[in-house]
């Protein structure tokens, strides 16, 4: 079993519509929480950080850590087709990010 | 300010050659990594280095080497390509402290072994 799991997509949904993306972790010692977007040939960049459990929100994006469930997502409002890119999640280990293997995201105009 | 930067960005190679690739940052980051990217499998981390003159390898370190000479520069090595290393090359750099490790990652290099 992989330390993080993220479903794969592609997920296709209309422009405007509200967006969930997650995942899910096995290491309990996990503290801090990212999300990077990933354009089509292009590397990775961060989108949002975490600490712990609670959510952040930044503009139409909102980061959600549930630690009891071991479980994180990524909310976005509002979607449109500029969000269109593979979304990885990462969790701190000692000298490395854990990455999941990051969801493709469609937004149809 | 230039980021990370990546050489080459495209290369094709046959079975058995040998290449290197070059990775650079301005922002005088001390740790810094190199990836693999393939369809469904997300970024396997290859060798990473925690500053200059050290490396570690990674989750899948076998037929690559790594050199880390100068703190602005990683270089990844292949000395006998096989085409499963066929894909997406990435390299990182990060300011890592105990509450933070953004990582910048370069535009990435192509490789095809045929």
């Known amino acids: 079993q992989k330390e993080v799991e993220q479903d794969p997509g592609p997920l296709s949904v209309p422009e405007g519509a509200i967006v969930s993306l997650n995942c899910t972790y096995s290491?309990?010692?996990?503290?801090?929480f990212m999300w990077y977007r990933q354009y089509s040939r292009k590397g990775p960049e961060l989108l949002m950080y975490?600490?712990s459990s609670g959510n952040k929100e930044d503009g139409r994006f909102t980061a959600q850590v549930d630690k009891s469930s071991k479980y994180i997502s990524l909310f976005i409002r509002d979607s449109q087709p500029s969000d269109s890119a593979t979304y990885l999640c990462?969790?701190?280990?000692?000298?490395?990010?854990?990455w999941g293997a990051g969801t493709k995201l469609i937004i149809k105009p | 300010n230039a980021g990370v930067t990546q050489t080459p960005k495209f290369r094709v190679l046959k079975t058995g050659q040998s290449m290197t690739l070059l990775c650079a940052q301005d922002?005088?980051?001390?740790?810094m990594y190199w990836y693999r990217q393939d369809p469904g499998m997300g970024l396997r981390l290859i060798h990473y280095?925690?500053?200059?003159?050290?490396?570690a390898k990674g989750e899948v370190p076998d037929g690559y080497n790594v050199s880390r000479l100068k703190k602005q520069n990683f270089l990844l090595g292949l000395e006998s390509a096989a085409p499963s290393q066929t894909s997406v090359y990435f390299c990182?750099?990060?300011?890592?402290?105990?509450?933070?490790?953004?990582?910048?990652f370069g535009p990435g290099t192509r490789l095809t072994v045929l």
């Open positions: 975490t600490y």
């Open positions: 922002m005088n980051h001390e740790y």
């Open positions: 280095s925690v500053g200059e003159g050290t490396t």
């Open positions: 290491n309990s010692a996990f503290q801090y």
């Open positions: 990182a750099s990060s300011y890592r402290t105990s509450s933070t490790d953004t990582q910048y």
């Open positions: 990462a969790m701190r280990g000692n000298y490395q990010l854990i």
